[in-house]
């Protein structure tokens, strides 16, 4: 799961700068590849799309369709991939992500949920400000907020079977919109 979160943050880090350094919208020299398993979209009435993932077994209102990044990396506890999906808006980013770990490698699921929590906040440099145990749609879960000097995280982090899932809003401090993160969050849903 380090691994993961190390792609998570890398990401996420060139997200935020790359979101800072752009002030127009350029087209794409060439349309942007789908996920050959999920299936085209449906725009939902504030143009925010239901982008499915097949393979990740849930789906979640996004505002354009994000792309899987995926990556199996040989561990101690045998191999590992990662799966990270990252949508931008014109100010905020979206991050979903999910670990299938080899079938033999056992771990302590409440240990794994404050540690993928941990981990992010220490490697975006961030403060945890809160953070609450909670159960959604049946399943186990944390959600926290941390902040940097300027930006805001919100995250919920779910383990569903032996696959932790972490979904991150980042928008710019002090920019407290709530409802893309309750739309976000609120849309999130797993299936087994």
Same mark, same amino acid.
């Given at each position: 799961m @380090?691994?993961f979160?190390?792609?998570?943050?890398?990401t996420?880090?060139?997200?935020?700068?790359l979101?800072a350094q752009?002030?127009t919208r350029?087209?794409?020299?060439?349309?942007p590849a789908?996920?050959?398993?999920?299936?085209a979209?449906?725009?939902d009435?504030?143009?925010?799309?239901?982008?499915?993932?097949?393979?990740?077994?849930?789906s979640?209102?996004?505002?354009?369709?994000?792309e899987?990044?995926?990556e199996?990396?040989p561990?101690?506890?045998g191999?590992?991939?990662?799966?990270l999906?990252?949508?931008?808006?014109?100010?905020?980013?979206?991050?979903?992500?999910?670990?299938?770990y080899?079938p033999?490698?056992n771990f302590?699921?409440?240990?794994?949920?404050e540690?993928?929590?941990?981990n992010?906040?220490?490697?975006? @440099?961030?403060?945890?400000?809160?953070?609450r145990?909670?159960?959604?749609?049946?399943y186990?879960?944390?959600?926290?907020?941390?902040?940097t000097?300027d930006?805001?995280? @919100?995250?919920?982090?779910?383990?569903?079977g032996?696959r932790?899932?972490?979904?991150?809003?980042g928008?710019?401090?002090?920019n407290?919109q709530?409802?893309?993160?309750g739309?976000?969050?609120?849309?999130? @849903?797993?299936?087994p």
């Open positions: @380090k691994r979160l190390a792609i998570l943050l890398t996420l880090g060139l997200s935020l700068s979101t752009e002030h350029r087209p794409p020299a060439t349309a789908r996920p050959a398993a999920t299936p979209p449906a725009v009435n504030g143009g925010w799309i239901r982008f499915n993932s097949v393979p990740g077994r849930f979640v209102l996004v505002p354009s369709t994000p899987d990044k995926a199996t990396t561990s101690d506890h191999a590992y991939t990662t799966h999906f990252i949508v931008k808006d014109d100010i905020n980013v979206f991050l979903i992500g999910w670990v299938d080899d033999s490698f302590n699921r409440q240990a794994e949920l540690a993928n929590r941990d992010f906040v220490n490697g975006v @440099k961030a403060t945890l400000t809160s953070t145990a909670m159960e959604i749609d049946g186990p879960a944390i959600e926290f907020t941390a902040d000097d930006r805001t995280f @919100k995250s919920r982090v779910y383990m569903v032996r932790p899932y972490q979904i991150v809003i928008y710019p401090k002090g407290d709530l409802a893309p993160v739309r976000f969050f609120n849309s999130f @849903k797993v299936s």
